[in-house]
Each structure stands twice: as C-alpha cells, then as structure tokens.
C-alpha cells in the first residue's frame, strides 16, 4: 500500500497541483494510473518535477539508513551465531 503512494504524495505537495488521483488496473498489473489537474502548469512538468523530488526524497532515506546501519555496526560487533548441532 506505501509505494502506492509514492508518486501521488509528492505531486500533492506541490502548490501547482488542485488536484491527484490514481488507481492500479489490476494488482497483478504492474502499472499505475496518474490523473494530475494542475493550477495551469503543464501536467507533465509537475509530474516530473515531483518524480525528482521523489528521488531526493528517496536517496535522503537510503543515506539516512545506511548512516544509521553503520553507527550501528560500529557502535555493536556482529555476535557469533550459535547453532546446536545434534
């Protein structure tokens, strides 16, 4: 349901945009439906301006994990892992 919502978010946010839509043709399907109305903007220079915002957005939270992975890791040594043996 989240990645659902991952183009439609960002074009909400922008004040050029009255509206968003979407919907999936079939959930096997592996494509979306976007309906953009905007304020007077072309359609296609706000859905790509938000697609870019959604990249930043997106590389934001993958530098913010592996920052956090390795603190972790520095932070904690691996344990070994035990398995019994029968």
């Known amino acids: 349901m989240a990645t659902r919502w991952s183009v439609?978010?960002?074009?909400?946010?922008s004040?050029?945009?009255a509206f968003?839509?979407?919907?999936?043709?079939?959930?096997?399907?592996r494509k979306i439906n976007i309906r953009v109305h905007t304020t007077?903007?072309?359609?296609k220079d706000v859905l790509k301006d938000a697609?870019?915002?959604?990249?930043?957005?997106?590389?934001h939270?993958?530098?913010t994990f592996d920052n956090a992975?390795?603190?972790?890791?520095?932070?904690?040594?691996?344990?070994?892992?035990?398995?019994d043996q029968k």
């Open 61 to 63: 939270v993958r530098g």
């Open 15 to 17: 004040p050029r945009v």
């Open 69 to 83: 992975v390795a603190n972790h890791r520095a932070k904690k040594p691996a344990e070994q892992m035990v398995i």
């Open 8 to 13: 439609p978010s960002p074009v909400l946010l």
């Open 40 to 43: 007077g903007d072309p359609a």
């Open 20 to 29: 968003c839509g979407y919907s999936i043709p079939h959930p096997a399907d």
């Open 51 to 59: 697609l870019q915002d959604l990249m930043v957005m997106c590389q």
